[in-house]
């Protein structure tokens, strides 16, 4: 199942696509997807009326495809997650998951436009496996209990200003948060729809040239294993989010390689997660 937010920003309406690749409208059950839907048990009541025939079709073609996730509570970031692009950024590969935090405002829809932010020299793109956390998780036992407290999986590009990430201050908020940098979607598709979270491909081009091209099963730390030491520190509530690392392939570790610019168009995809295609534009 996947579902999803379509319409203009601040007033996107939430709906389903079954397998069939129909759209249902979810106002009926819900006024949004967020933390409160998925905590009282959402997406069973979903499955249930598209089981049942309950919800209206709709059409959603010429509307804008929201983040498929409304308001999350907090963007967990880790970084360094793939082997491949600890080496190119020459950085050690970490013995414990390097974690950051992304200011929640950063997350747009998949096709909206991306801002380069004022004064930017080195704004980059990172296609990474998000996760999203649909029951709360405090102190988990073991990685083997994580599986039950996840409500699904989308596309996160990780979008980061390497400037302001590691020249400017001794943490990597400044070039994280910058606004739109975290574009979402399109869609949050729930674990049943997803063989296994570390057996996913993903891939990035710039202006149709391919930088990204990685596998989830050479993730260093996988999804159950985050998800569970990530509950040893902080408590994960219903929608939060993980941005769970990103492959080799970017801009920081390609020499001659150019950061983005006005103009430039980013498309990204994830195995059975769907794309996400962004223009840039200077803020």
């Known amino acids: 199942m996947r579902l999803g937010r379509i319409g203009a920003p601040g007033a996107e309406t939430p709906v389903v696509i079954d397998q069939d690749g129909a759209t249902f409208a979810l106002a009926a059950l819900t006024a949004d997807i967020d933390g409160a839907f998925l905590a009282s048990g959402g997406i069973d009541r979903v499955r249930e009326a598209l089981a049942e025939r309950a919800l209206p079709l709709i059409d959603p073609a010429g509307q804008r495809t929201g983040a498929p996730l409304a308001r999350p509570g907090k963007v967990v970031c880790v970084g360094l997650n793939y082997r491949d692009h600890a080496e190119e950024t020459g950085a050690p590969v970490p013995e414990r998951p390097v974690v950051f935090m992304k200011d929640p405002s950063t997350v747009v829809g998949p096709y909206d436009e991306v801002l380069i932010p004022r004064g930017s020299v080195k704004t980059d793109w990172e296609v990474e496996l998000a996760v999203v956390i649909g029951r709360e998780a405090r102190y988990l036992e073991s990685p083997a209990e994580a599986p039950g407290h996840i409500a699904g999986y989308a596309i996160s590009n990780d979008v980061s200003e390497r400037e302001f990430q590691l020249e400017y201050s001794a943490q990597w908020d400044l070039g994280k948060s910058c606004e739109t940098f975290n574009p979402l979607g399109p869609w949050l598709v729930t674990p049943d729809e997803v063989r296994s979270p570390q057996a996913l491909g993903l891939r990035l081009t710039v202006n149709g040239e391919t930088r990204q091209r990685g596998h989830t099963k050479n ?38 390689t150019p950061y983005l610019r006005a103009g430039d168009i980013v498309e990204l995809s994830i195995d059975g997660l769907g794309s996400q295609r962004q223009t840039l534009s200077n803020a």
């Open 219 to 256: 993730m260093i730390f996988g999804v159950a294993y985050l998800v569970w030491y990530l509950s040893q520190y902080m408590v994960l509530r219903p929608g939060d989010v993980i941005n769970t690392g990103t492959p080799a392939g970017v801009a920081l570790g390609l020499p001659g």
